[in-house]
């Protein structure tokens, strides 16, 4: 029997996602609906296989390799995982230069 762990967005990951649909919907409201379902869908996924995953180059490359992350079409679900939790951290367009990007957004994280 798999272990399924509980699911929490920490701010930032809920601004990043926010911020993603409200820029798209300026063109697209229904392209906008699309990419949020994909998103939550593939981030409700990770609580159920959390280290499927990859470490995050960027990140592992620094010596840190607790935060992983997944992919939907461009963007990047950044995510860590607790004892019984996982923890959303961040959503990121992969088309840019995101090391310094991530670096700050984890330091800064709540949850």
């Known amino acids: 029997m798999s272990k399924t762990y509980n699911l929490k967005w920490t701010t930032n990951a809920k601004n990043d996602l926010l911020s993603i649909v409200a820029y798209i919907k300026i063109d697209s409201p229904s392209i906008a609906n699309d ?3 994909k998103i939550k869908e593939k981030a409700n996924s990770s609580n159920f296989f959390p280290l499927k995953g ?3 180059p960027e990140l592992q490359k620094e010596g840190i390799t607790f935060y992983r992350e997944i992919i939907t079409s461009s963007w990047r679900i950044i995510y860590k995982v607790g004892n019984d939790t996982v923890y959303i951290m ?3 367009d992969s088309r ?3 090391e310094e990007l991530l670096l700050q957004k984890l330091i ?3 949850y």
């Open 96 to 98: 840019q230069n995101v």
């Open 108 to 110: 800064k994280a709540k």
């Open 35 to 37: 990419i949020y379902q």
């Open 54 to 56: 990859r470490v995050v």
């Open 90 to 92: 961040a959503i990121l």
